[in-house]
């Protein structure tokens, strides 16, 4: 009999080391850090395209970006922060796409120009050189 009691005496100290061992791994498992660099990341990307315009030529994805910014915000909110990750990162390419649209409508409008300007240039030329096009 005593070495019955022995052995639950000693089982306590290992049941209690299990028993806080699986309370500390369940608090650290519980909610993920916020993902500050993808929110950042994301906000530095709608305010770039936000200074190129972009709301002017490309505010569809510019909304989604803003839109997008602001469910991973709630997420954040909710706790949910996987979800709050990928809404961040969903906003940023929306905000990279943008700049991006921008940049192409803008360089498309300056080759249209350039375009204009150098059959403008030529047609003076011929008048000037009494050549008829």
Same mark, same amino acid.
């Given at each position: 009999?005593?070495?019955?009691?022995?052995?639950?005496?000693?089982?306590?100290?290992?049941?209690?080391?299990?028993?806080?061992?699986?309370?500390?791994?369940?608090?650290?498992?519980?909610?993920?850090?916020?993902?500050?660099?993808?929110? =950042?990341?994301? =906000?530095?990307?709608?305010?770039? %395209?936000?200074? %190129?315009? &972009?709301?002017r030529y490309a505010p569809g994805e510019l909304?989604?970006?803003?839109?997008?910014? &602001?469910?991973?915000?709630?997420?954040?909110? *909710?706790?949910?922060?996987?979800? &709050? %990750?990928?809404?961040?990162?969903?906003?940023?390419?929306?905000? *990279?796409? %943008?700049? &991006?649209r921008t940049a192409a409508v803008k360089a498309?409008?300056?080759?249209? *120009?350039?375009?204009?300007?150098?059959?403008?240039?030529? *047609?003076?030329? =011929?008048?000037?050189?009494?050549?008829?096009?």
């Amino acid at each position: 009999m005593n070495s019955i009691l022995q052995a639950r005496e000693g089982s306590l100290p290992r049941a209690a080391v299990v028993l806080g061992s699986v309370l500390l791994l369940g608090a650290c498992a519980s909610t993920p850090p916020a993902p500050t660099a993808s929110l =950042q990341a994301a =906000q530095r990307a709608i305010a770039t %395209a936000e200074g %190129a315009e &972009a709301g002017r030529y490309a505010p569809g994805e510019l909304a989604e970006a803003r839109t997008g910014l &602001a469910s991973a915000d709630r997420a954040v909110s *909710e706790q949910r922060m996987m979800m &709050a %990750a990928q809404f961040a990162e969903e906003s940023r390419v929306e905000a *990279e796409l %943008a700049s &991006a649209r921008t940049a192409a409508v803008k360089a498309r409008d300056v080759n249209d *120009e350039m375009t204009h300007s150098t059959s403008t240039l030529i *047609e003076e030329m =011929q008048r000037s050189s009494g050549v008829k096009p």
